[in-house]
Structure formats: C-alpha cells, structure tokens
T-cell receptor, first 113, second 119 residues
Framework: DAKTTQPPSMDCAEGRAANLPCNHS???????VYWYRQIHSQGPQYIIH???NNETNEMASLIITEDRKSSTLILPHATLRDTAVYYC??????????????FGGGTRVLVKP | EPEVTQTPSHQVTQMGQEVILRCVPI?????FYWYRQILGQKVEFLVS????????KSEIFDDQFSVERPDGSNFTLKIRSTKLEDSAMYFC?????????????????FGEGSRLTVL
C-alpha cells in the first residue's frame, strides 16, 4: 500500500470548516483513498473514501487532486465531537482475503469552542 | 446499525497468564481482524482471518498469539503467556466478503476495543 503523509496536528474553530490535507504521491492507479477517525481511543470509524472523483457523504467531503497525489478531507461544520485523530489511508479495494488497513500517525484535530 | 462487540472492555492480568479476548463480528461479515494500540502509539495490524484460517499476520503476531472462530459467531484472540509489553487496547474489526454495501466501500467496522493491562 502507498504511504501517506499528514500533518501531526491542527486546530479548528467550532462551526468552521476543517480542511485536513494528505499527501500520497506514490499512489497507484487502483488504490483508493480512505479516511478514518479515532475518537479518544475508541475503535476507528470509517468516514469516506474515493478513487479520483470528489466524494461527499453525511459526514464529510473528500477532494482528490487530478493527479491523485494528494487529497483533502473537509468537515464542513466542525463540532466539538469531531475532535479526534484522522487517518488518511491508501489501499486497494479488492475483494480478497486480508484487505487490511495500515494506520499511520494521522492528524490530531482539536476543535475549539 | 449493526456493530462489532468486544468483551471484556477491560482486563487486568498477571504476567505469564493466558488471556482470551472475545469479539462478535457483524453477522454477515466474512473477514475478521485484530489490531492493537499501545497507549500513545499507532493502531497496529495483528492478524486477518478468512474462511476459518489466518490470511495474513504481522510480525507482532508470534507464537504467543492465536485466533479462533469457535462457533460461527465469536472471533477470539488468545495470548498464551502475557508479557508487560502486551498491555494495549485490542480492536476487533470485520468486513463483508463481497456482498452488501460494505464491500463496495471496503469499510472495516471496528469494535470499541478491549483494554488489556498486564502487571
């Protein structure tokens, strides 16, 4: 799986958009970008994923650059409950035994009132 | 919404004792995983399990560790002789094997974890 680079931490004001960058310059054509988050040592939680098109769901939006070497997770209106460690993970989405996620250090996001 | 459940939520044991951590994956899932997270460190992959056998394991998953799906619903992680450095949060995860929406997303569902403290 390709390696990702994320800033170790960032602060965000409550109610404002939080933009979380991720670099994945070695991503291959069949690899997807996944985002998970971990709130205070709870189990990681899936947020969103994408291949090359921008994606949006009820939790967040994912913007992937045209060359696919970087992406940005957008939390449109951050709340205090969004304080968490956010992980950007690149992996193949194949139907195969295994299909594990490999977690890096992530970005520790602190949403402030 | 279906969820992965883990027991116990916290276990304290003496070094050298055997520990079994239990997980109930989501019922129609076919792939199962154990991860661990030492306090303040990354979430680390231990092992994946499919079709009643280990499909992949990490260097951490040595002979002291074993996994089992004894009855078609539970998925267990056994640590045969615990060491101080086994103290960590252990997470179970599961995913659908090819049917249902989960496989389209590739989403892994994680449990809330079992905290193991080895004294």
């Amino acid at each position: 799986d390709a390696k990702t680079t994320q800033p170790p931490s960032m602060d965000c004001a409550e109610g404002r958009a939080a933009n979380l960058p991720c670099n994945h310059s070695t991503i291959s054509g069949n690899e997807y970008v996944y985002w998970y988050r971990q709130i205070h040592s709870q189990g990681p939680q899936y947020i969103i994923h994408g291949l090359k098109n921008n994606e949006t769901n009820e939790m967040a939006s994912l913007i992937i650059t045209e060359d696919r070497k970087s992406s940005t997770l957008i939390l449109p209106h951050a709340t205090l409950r969004d304080t968490a460690v956010y992980y950007c993970i690149v992996r193949f989405r194949v139907v195969a035994a295994g299909n594990k996620l490999t977690f890096g250090g992530g970005t520790r996001v602190l949403v402030k009132p | 919404e279906p969820e992965v459940t883990q027991t116990p939520s916290h276990q304290v044991t003496q070094m050298g004792q055997e520990v079994i951590l239990r997980c109930v994956p989501i019922s129609n899932h076919l792939y199962f995983y154990w991860y661990r997270q030492i306090l303040g460190q990354k979430v680390e992959f231990l092992v994946s399990f499919y079709n009643n056998e280990i499909s992949e394991k990490s260097e951490i998953f040595d002979d002291q560790f074993s996994v089992e799906r004894p009855d078609g619903s539970n998925f267990t992680l056994k640590i045969r002789s615990t060491k101080l450095e086994d103290s960590a949060m252990y997470f179970c995860a599961s995913t659908d094997g090819g049917t249902g929406i989960q496989q389209r997303t590739g989403e892994l569902f994680f449990g809330e974890g079992s905290r193991l403290t080895v004294l």
